[in-house]
């Protein structure tokens, strides 16, 4: 149940969300292949932290976010959008319709990084101002409330996945308005050229940027292939962790059954 803080703000998932990871508490989530307003609201019902939106490798399109990203509010579940990619359209959409943040892909410098939080914020230059989207709660929400919970509510993940960003991550992890730092594991695995994303020079390139955001004193996700993975790389320092789709859950209880049958 939502309540109403001393602030005025709105005590949500999205808060909730964003201050575990300022807390660099445990968080487990997955993500979210298809565009499907039902899944959303079957895995909303799950225990997970969050559920991220994959619109970068799948087909969703603003309406399909905008219905999917519904089914979760409805059922006070944090969901983030992984997007396309750091265009000013690509924040502004997914905000406006509500989601708890964002996980922008190939944030290889600080002046990407700086960008993207211009952007998901209100302020100069920063993220366009609408009272009727579904976030302003369609004009209900007046402009003070609006500004507070934006400041609140939005979390900013940038996804860590280039050989570039190596060479400047410091500099990188220094960006303030960033709430987390999720390593892109299989992107960094094609870019160094290997096949496999336990091999040494993936392991190493992890620990580089585990280690940078340790020294910062910053919030890093990844995602795990397997449970027991959890906690090796928990014992590091990540805290955020990403396992499986619903692609993957319909895919292991189709094959548990079928097995079961079989045996």
């Known amino acids: 149940m939502n309540s109403i803080t001393e602030q005025g703000i709105l005590m949500t998932a999205a808060l909730r969300f964003k201050q575990a990871l300022s807390e660099q508490s445990l968080l487990v989530g997955t993500f979210v292949k298809t565009p499907s307003m039902m899944i959303a609201e079957v895995l909303a019902l799950s225990p997970l ?10 087909p969703f399109d ?13 059922h006070d579940k944090a969901v983030v959008v992984r997007l396309r990619d750091s265009s000013d359209s690509e924040i502004l959409n997914a905000l406006d319709c509500g989601a ?9 410098s600080p002046e990407i990084a700086r960008h993207i939080v211009q952007k998901s914020f209100y302020g100069p230059g920063g993220r366009g101002y609408a009272g009727s989207s579904r976030f302003a709660q369609y004009t209900h929400s007046p402009l003070p409330d609006n500004l507070a919970n934006n400041v609140a509510h939005t979390s900013v993940i940038a996804q860590i996945e280039d050989l ?26 094609v870019a160094l050229g290997v096949t496999s994303a336990s091999d040494p020079k993936v392991t190493a390139a992890i620990d580089q940027i585990i280690a940078a955001a340790n020294r910062h004193k910053r919030c890093v996700g990844m995602f795990v292939p397997t449970t027991e993975a959890v906690q090796y790389w ?25 097995n079961e049958i079989n045996q």
């Open 62 to 74: 603003r309406s399909d976010i905008d219905a999917a990203i519904m089914a979760y509010r409805a």
């Open 164 to 189: 570039s960003a190596l060479d400047c991550i410091d500099e990188i992890m220094a960006v303030d308005g960033i709430d987390c730092f999720f390593i892109g594991v299989m992107d960094l695995t």
């Open 234 to 258: 928990r014992e590091k320092g990540v805290s955020l962790f990403m396992l499986n789709s619903d692609h993957g859950f319909i895919k292991a209880g189709a094959a548990a059954m079928y």
């Open 100 to 108: 708890s943040g964002i996980v922008v892909p190939h944030v290889d």
């Open 49 to 58: 932290d969050v559920c991220c939106l994959d619109t970068e490798h799948s």
